[in-house]
């Protein structure tokens, strides 16, 4: 097996070794393996994060391939989670992976939620609060995410705070879900990288400006714009 440092080497300066260290010792749970989820895996595994639990219940359909990084003529019909665990085993051994073809809400929380953050990379609202509402009992950081045609967010939700019910307020009659959006695969990628990043910022304990708050990008016309708690 080649080392780890070789593997690693180009993360270098702008992750000290010790950073490098940390991330190895890191488990990152990915909800949602789709779109987002297929970019967030990638960076991640290719960061240097130790372990991933992944979760989908989706399969792969030919709708996924203008924007899903794993959706292919040779994974159609299969699960998503268990296509990113491949995926991952592919590109080095050194990040443990294990895959839940399932909905979140239907695996124990004992056994799947063990992670030091989770990744939101879900397309529906009640599932968004249910997230963050787990993720709230465990004391576990939220990484949120969601495209639409150009135009995305990325927000922190750190423990104890409300961020998905400020950004998907309760309205009586449940939430309204929305018909199935434009989904671009540059602004997918872009939304991914962005939470791949703070991801790692967060279990490394670096601070961010999206802590309890969420950025707005619009690639359309090229904006950026952070929103404060």
Request: glycine share 8%; aromatic share 8%.
């Amino acid at each position: 097996m080649q080392s780890f440092a070789e593997y690693f080497a180009r993360n270098q300066g702008a992750l000290t070794s010790q950073q490098q260290q940390e991330l190895r010792q890191k488990r990152v749970a990915v909800i949602g393996c789709g779109g987002l989820g297929g970019y967030v895996i990638e960076e991640l595994v290719r960061i240097g994060i130790g372990r991933l639990d992944l979760f989908d219940p989706d399969i792969f359909s030919r709708s996924n391939c203008n924007r899903q990084l794993n959706a292919l003529e040779s994974t159609l019909g299969r699960n998503k989670a268990e296509v990113a665990a491949d995926r991952c085993r592919a590109i080095h051994p050194l990040c443990s992976v294990r895959a839940f073809a399932a909905d979140f809400r239907a695996v124990a929380e004992e056994e799947a939620f063990q992670s030091d953050v989770v990744v939101d990379c879900l397309d529906d609202i009640a599932a968004r609060r249910d997230l963050a509402r787990l993720c709230n009992r465990r004391r576990l950081p939220l990484i949120h995410g969601a495209v639409n045609g150009w135009y995305g967010q990325v927000g922190v939700q750190l423990p104890g705070h409300d961020l998905i019910d400020r950004l998907y307020p309760w309205r009586a009659g449940g939430a309204v879900e929305p018909s199935p959006p434009s989904v671009l695969s540059f602004t997918v990628a872009v939304v991914a990288s962005l939470q791949a990043a703070e991801a790692v910022k967060t279990v490394l304990g670096l601070w961010s400006p999206l802590h309890n708050g969420w950025m707005h990008i619009d690639l359309r016309e090229g904006d950026f714009l952070i929103h404060g708690v």
